[in-house]
């Protein structure tokens, strides 16, 4: 019985010890004369990484027109900039389509985050 529970232990460590140590990463997709990507840049891309936010997924930006780059893989086509899309261990989870400014993007990132489990506490 001893040894059935220090196993069952050991397991629920090595399995949070995994989750916690899941790539995450928020992909933006961008291009060149993209006005809501400036829009963002100018709003939040400063503030991004020194959020909880930004600590939990960090910001990675692509080209919508570059060749996507191995590692990612994404539910449909990626159509509009700026997208972000949420990806855990190179998979996408979900996304937002387009920049509705600041508190919005805020709102819909930490549902994003909620929703696939993120820990936003550090």
């Not at 503030?47 to 780059?69: N, S």
């Not at 387009?98 to 805020?106: A, S, T, V």
Request: net charge neutral; charged share 20%.
């Amino acid at each position: 019985m001893v040894l059935r529970t220090l196993i069952f232990s050991l397991l629920l460590s090595l399995a949070s010890t995994l989750s916690a140590t899941a790539d995450t990463v928020l992909v933006m997709v961008e291009e060149k004369g993209c006005i809501w990507c400036a829009r963002w840049n100018k709003e939040i891309s400063h503030i991004y990484p020194k959020t909880a936010e930004g600590a939990a997924a960090p910001l990675r930006r692509i080209d919508i027109h570059a060749p996507r780059p191995d590692g990612l893989t994404f539910k449909r086509s990626l159509n509009f900039t700026p997208t972000f899309v949420l990806v855990i261990d190179g998979q996408e989870v979900s996304r937002i389509e387009g920049y509705p400014g600041e508190d919005f993007f805020w709102g819909l990132l930490g549902q994003m985050l909620r929703d696939a489990k993120v820990d936003v506490t550090g």
